[in-house]
């Protein structure tokens, strides 16, 4: 019985100090390889670039989620603006240095190839060109 009591107060003391499992997060801690203050001052230039460099990627992540959102619903008007606005911001991103800019140009024209299909569906199919007589 002593035993049990024991071996019940162990877990549960035990219990009591284990590290609790946190998820993984990058926090701007200064590491031990800086030695010189132009080491330290891009250590804070490069944490401050990658949260600014992530509110952009989100951006046109968002931006080009909604435009394939508005696509898929067969919703034009709002398919053009969505558009308009997500490869706007992937120029800016890629003018501040965030995307390549063949990756920025393959984007927008997988895009706009959406809402251009979308455009010809809604009038009824692609128009037919005439012939030309020579």
Not at 7 to 29: C, H, M, N
Not at 44 to 62: I, L
Not at 122 to 131: D, H, N, T
Request: proline content about 4%.
């Amino acid at each position: 019985m002593v035993r049990r009591l024991l071996a019940a107060i162990a877990v549960g003391v035990s219990a009591a100090f284990a590290p609790t499992v946190q998820p993984q997060r990058r926090v701007a801690v200064v590491p031990q390889m800086a030695n010189n203050p132009g080491a330290l001052k891009r250590i804070k230039q490069s944490e401050r670039n990658r949260v600014a460099n992530a509110a952009w990627r989100s951006r046109v992540r968002t931006w080009t989620r909604k435009t394939k959102e508005a696509v898929d619903a067969g919703d034009v008007d709002a398919a053009k603006e969505c558009a308009r606005v997500a490869t706007s911001t992937i120029d800016r991103a890629t003018r501040r240095g965030i995307y390549h800019k063949n990756w920025a140009a393959r984007n927008k024209s997988r895009l706009s190839k959406k809402v251009i299909g979308l455009i010809l569906e809604s009038k009824g199919g692609a128009p037919k060109a005439e012939p030309v007589e020579a």
